[in-house]
C-alpha cells in the first residue's frame, strides 16, 4: 500500500482571497472551521505541506491563510489544489456514518444479489447525500438517496452496498 491509499482529501482551494496571500478553502470536514485541527494539511503527492490558520467564515468556505504563500499571486497558484491528511488523523466514525473517500469504487448489489454497479461518487445537493452508481447496463450514472431504506447494509470489510432501490431507479 503506498502513503496515499491513506490520504483522506479534507479540503480544496478555490483560489486567492483579497491580496495578501488569502486563499478562500471550501472545507469538507463536517464542521468546517475544525479543518485547522488536523494541520499540517498536505498536497496529494506529498510534496508540500501548509499549516491552516483560519481568517473568516466566508461564503461557501472559508478565508485562510496557508503557511509559505505570501503573496496573491502565489494563492493563485494554488487554486484547485487539493489538501489531504492521513486517514489516522481523522477521528472514528460511529457504525452508521462514513468517509466518503471508503465508499467510492464499492460494488452495489441489489437485496437478491445481482450487481447493480460501483460507486462512483457520493454527492450531496442539499437533500441528503446520493450514492452515484455506474456500471454495464446503465446509460447513465444513477443517483441512489444513501438512506438506511435505500442502503441497508455497507460492508465495508466485503467491499460492498447492499441497496433496496426505490421502484424504477434501476433499469429491469
Known amino acids: 500500500m503506498s502513503e496515499t491509499d491513506d490520504l483522506i482529501c479534507v479540503a480544496t482551494i478555490a483560489g486567492a482571497f483579497g491580496v495578501r496571500g488569502e486563499v478562500r478553502l471550501k472545507s469538507f470536514t463536517a464542521e468546517p472551521e475544525a479543518i485547522a485541527d488536523y494541520n499540517p494539511l498536505m498536497t496529494e503527492d506529498c510534496s508540500r505541506s501548509f499549516e491552516v490558520g483560519i481568517v473568516n ?3 461557501n468556505g472559508l478565508s485562510v491563510r496557508l503557511s509559505d504563500v505570501a503573496t496573491k499571486e502565489e494563492a493563485d497558484a494554488l487554486k484547485g489544489v487539493k489538501l489531504f491528511v492521513p486517514r489516522d ?3 472514528s466514525l460511529p457504525d452508521d456514518e462514513f468517509y466518503h473517500a471508503d465508499l467510492m469504487g464499492l460494488e ?3 437485496t437478491g444479489g445481482t450487481k447493480l ?3 462512483k461518487s457520493v454527492q450531496n445537493h442539499g437533500a441528503g447525500d446520493l450514492l452515484e452508481i455506474h456500471g454495464p447496463g446503465l446509460k447513465t450514472t ?3 438517496p444513501f438512506t438506511l431504506a435505500s442502503v441497508p447494509t455497507v460492508d465495508l470489510g466485503a467491499g460492498r452496498i ?8 434501476f433499469p429491469e
Open 108 to 110: 452495489v448489489f441489489d
Open 142 to 144: 444513477v443517483l441512489l
Open 89 to 91: 488523523r481523522l477521528p
Open 57 to 59: 467564515v466566508i461564503k
Open 162 to 169: 447492499v441497496a433496496d432501490p426505490p421502484e424504477g431507479l
Open 117 to 119: 454497479g460501483m460507486v
